[in-house]
């Protein structure tokens, strides 16, 4: 038996509602339908979703880490259902933007409906840079801006622009201003082997067999005992001394977290802009808001801005910041 969206959008329901009740008439299904499907995808994976508690039907670690990747499955054939029928209906032009989050998409935000002000624009934010390209191949989105790792080796993809406006972004390690690694200017990727890491659950792009494989050449596998998607909740934990995590090098300062480079920047990405023949002036027009972004940010944050302008060579789209 395959998974389907149907058996996604139950667990989903489940989660959400805490009941199969409930989650029976948000579907508009039957009680019994319910739990007999429910049944049916337990037995298939082996493992028991959910369980009974006084709070109603509460999901297992198993059943959580399901339902959030249902949640982000689903969005993915929501969003391809609105595309597809938009294909199939007199409307004004559509600009689809899909962008990777980024410090960068905070301050995007307020410049998009400049991008092409005749035009409705929908907007996808993806926590990793996996899926962007497919979607820009299928059509399903006009524009994408994302992060790739330096060593990643691109699919061509026909009919589409490409250019990396960033050839090297170094990622920080973020730690606790209270560690002793913090008083060290840059920290070798190899003390770091007997630390707990922070990662990401969401990440279906590259970077994450990518940061291991870097890690392995250091000669240890990061220890991850935290996942996280909420900023919020991360950065308690590296505030506290509980993880370390990396960090985007255009991230703002953060009271009790140190930023710092690693030493010989062994972990880097591109940042790249690609689009559709459709969408050429809106894809140019995205770069300049993104380049004038992009630089009041590396001014921002002393320890990239020092590198940024002593490393010309991985910027060659975008000026020193001085420029």
Known sequence: MDLGPHHLRMIEAIAATGSISKAAARL?????????????????????????????VVPTPVGAEVATRARAALAGIDDLNAALAHRHRAAMPVLRIGIQACPALTRLGDHLGDLCPESRLYLRVDPGGGRIPALLASGA???????EPVDHDPRPRDGLRRLVLVACEPALVGMSSASPLAAR???DLG??????WLDDPLDDGPWPAYFRGV??????????????TDWQISSSLVRSGRAVGIYQPTAGPRDGIAFRRI????????????????AERAAGRLRGVFTD???????????????WDDHPEAHPELPATAG
């Open 28 to 56: 508009g299904l039957t009680q019994p339908a319910v739990s007999t499907m429910l049944r049916r995808v337990e037995g298939h994976l082996g493992v028991q979703l959910f369980v009974r508690s006084p709070e109603g």
């Open 141 to 147: 989105l006009d524009i994408g801006l994302f992060q």
């Open 185 to 187: 200017p840059t920290v």
């Open 191 to 196: 003390d770091l082997a007997d630390q707990d």
């Open 215 to 228: 890690c392995a050449g250091a000669g240890f596998q990061p220890r991850v005992r935290f996942w996280s």
């Open 263 to 278: 030493t010989g920047d062994p972990l880097g990405q591109r940042v790249v802009l690609m689009w559709g023949p459709e």
């Open 293 to 307: 972004v992009y630089l009041d940010l590396v001014r921002g944050q002393r320890v990239y801005g020092e590198w």
